[in-house]
């Protein structure tokens, strides 16, 4: 089991930036990987943010994040971050790190449909009017 921490988030105003961090622990082999973003706003679904592939890099984005958000990874760290620019009240949720143990297939991690096995604790962003 992959153990996940977040950190990074907290309050900001409406058009700032935070950056969310998510670090990992416990991959037991260096085959490629997929890790993701979510997120759950009060009272309603989590749905996946961001996503990004171990050993090419490559990224999804939901509609949501596209253009305003960035999932970059440093693999020495076993960390992935989600830089949020241009932020919304409608941004604000608990949002999660989730990891998908290798093997993963990359083509579900590039178009978002990795089903992730292993979940941080959530970490609160509220960005206010």
Same mark, same amino acid.
């Given at each position: 089991q992959? +153990?996940?921490?977040? &950190? #990074?988030?907290?309050?900001? +105003? =409406? #058009? !700032?930036?935070? $950056?969310?961090?998510c ?6 082999? =260096? *085959? ?6 979510? *997120?759950?706003?009060?009272g309603?679904? $989590? ?6 592939? &171990?050993?090419?890099? /490559? ?14 990874? =440093?693999? /020495?760290?076993? /960390? ?12 604000s949720?608990? @949002? ?11 083509? @579900?991690?590039e178009?978002?449909?990795? $089903?992730? =096995?292993?979940? !941080? +604790?959530?970490i609160l962003?509220?960005?206010? &009017?």
């Open positions: 992959v +153990q996940l921490v977040e &950190s #990074g988030g907290g309050s900001v +105003q =409406d #058009g !700032g930036s935070l $950056r969310l961090s670090t990992a622990s416990g991959f037991t082999d =260096d *085959r490629g990987h997929c890790m993701g973003w979510f *997120r759950q706003p009060p309603k679904e $989590r749905e996946e943010v961001a996503a990004i592939y &171990s050993t090419s890099g /490559t990224t999804w984005y939901a509609d949501s994040a596209e253009g305003r958000f960035t999932i970059s990874q =440093d693999n /020495t760290k076993n /960390t992935i971050y989600l830089q949020m620019n241009n932020l919304t009240p409608e941004d949720a608990t @949002y999660y790190c989730a990891a998908e143990p290798p093997p993963t297939w990359q083509a @579900y991690c178009k978002g449909l990795t $089903r992730f =096995d292993d979940w !941080g +604790q959530g962003v509220t960005v206010s &009017s």
